[in-house]
C-alpha cells in the first residue's frame, strides 16, 4: 500500500495558483487543493491524508473525509510536522510506503531518517498536471472514438437504428 501525507499549508504556500487563492480566501485554497489531491487518489489509487496546522488554534484534533481524501487538523500547540512525523512512525511497516509532500528541507530529512520517501511541493504539483493531462487525453479519446459495429451497414440504416435506439 502506498500513502501520500501532506503538509497543507506548505504546499499551499509553494503553489503560485493556491497562493493567490489564499491571499484573498484561506478556505478556499484548502479546499482546492483537497480537490487537487482527490483526482490524483482516484488515479493512483493511494491513501491520501492533508495535515494542516492548527496550533494557533484553541481545540482537539479535528478528521475529516473530503472526495476519499483524509483531512486532519492538527490539536492545539501541535504542528503539522509534528504529526506527519508521527503519523509516518504509526503507518510505516514493511507492506507501506509512505510518501511525504512537503518543502520544508528540514522535515524531508526527518521524516526520510524515519523510512519515508519525500516528494517536495513543486515535485507533486508536476505530476498532479501531468495526472490531470493524461485525464483530459483520456475524455477527449473517449468523446472522439466512434462505436462500430461489426456488421457492415450503409448509413442510412445505421441512422435508422440509431433513430430506434432513441424511441422515434
Known sequence: MDIL???GY????AWDELKKIRDID????????????AEYQAYKGWRVIVVFDAHMVPGIEIKNVESRVEVIYTRENETADERIEKMVKELKNVKTRIYVATSDYTEQWTIF???????SSRELLNEIKKIEKRINEDIKRHHTKQTRTKIPMN???TRLFEKWRRGF
Open 5 to 7: 501525507l501532506v503538509d
Open 10 to 13: 506548505n504546499v499551499i504556500g
Open 26 to 37: 484561506f478556505a478556499q485554497a484548502r479546499e482546492q487543493l483537497i480537490g487537487k489531491l
Open 113 to 119: 531518517s524515519q523510512g519515508a520517501l519525500r516528494i
Open 155 to 157: 448509413e442510412e440504416i
